[in-house]
C-alpha cells in the first residue's frame, strides 16, 4: 500500500510560478512511475507530466511543455512539479499519481491540491 499526500497549491496570478510537492509513505517509491494529472468541474481527469522510475525519462502534456518540470527524488520518497508562466487554463485540482505498467491504469492517487490562478 502506498499513500500519497500533494502539497504546495494555492492562488497566484497569472504568469507566478507554484511547485507542488507528493509525499509517498511506504519503502516501495521506487518501483513507481510518478505522475501528475489534473482536474476541473465537469470534465474529465488529463494527464499532465509523468517520470520514469528513476527520474530519467519524463513526457509532458503539450499544453505544460517549457512551462511545467516533473522531478523526483527517491530518497524522499517525494515527486515535485515546478509550474511557471501559470495560466488561468492551469486552474485544477492537481493529482499525484503512482502506477508500474500506464498512465491508464494507476495504482495509487492522492487525495489532490488545489491550484487556482487568477487573471
Known amino acids: 500500500q502506498v499513500q500519497l499526500e500533494e502539497s504546495g497549491g494555492g492562488l497566484v496570478q497569472a504568469g507566478g510560478s507554484l511547485r507542488l510537492s507528493c509525499a509517498a509513505s511506504?519503502?516501495?517509491?521506487?518501483?513507481?512511475?510518478m505522475a501528475w494529472f489534473r482536474q476541473v468541474p465537469g470534465k474529465e481527469r488529463e494527464f499532465v507530466a509523468s517520470?520514469?522510475?528513476?527520474?530519467?525519462?519524463?513526457d509532458y502534456a503539450d499544453s505544460v511543455k517549457g512551462r511545467f518540470t516533473i522531478s523526483r527524488v527517491n530518497a524522499k520518497n517525494t515527486v515535485y512539479l515546478q509550474m511557471t508562466n501559470l495560466k488561468p487554463g492551469d486552474t485544477a485540482l492537481y493529482y499525484c499519481?503512482?502506477?508500474?505498467?500506464?498512465?491508464?491504469?494507476?495504482?495509487?492517487w492522492g487525495q489532490g491540491t488545489q491550484v487556482t490562478v487568477s487573471s
Open positions: 499519481a503512482a502506477y508500474t505498467t500506464e498512465r491508464t491504469r494507476v495504482d495509487y
Open positions: 511506504g519503502r516501495t517509491f521506487s518501483r513507481y512511475i
Open positions: 517520470i520514469s522510475r528513476t527520474g530519467i525519462v519524463t
